[in-house]
């Protein structure tokens, strides 16, 4: 069992999570309200299996200054 931890953003393009490792590899298809803790994907490219953490974004305030 690998115990070699690795954190760092996740790098999404037109709503695909690309792989960390190769850079190339589309991990999974995510929407804008999309949440997940410690889901693993393997990546079809290079192999390598990473465990993908995304946090919803911060809701926009609609409170103005006036």
């Known amino acids: 069992m690998q115990t070699d931890v690795r954190c760092g953003k996740l790098v999404i393009r037109n709503g695909w ?4 490792v190769c850079g ?8 804008s309200d999309t949440t997940a803790r410690n889901l693993p994907r393997k990546c079809k490219r290079c192999g390598q299996e990473t465990l993908v953490n995304i946090e919803a ?9 006036a």
């Open 24 to 31: 190339k590899g589309k991990l999974l298809l995510i929407r």
């Open 17 to 20: 999570v690309i792989c960390p």
């Open 57 to 65: 974004p911060e809701p926009a305030s609609t409170v103005t200054s």
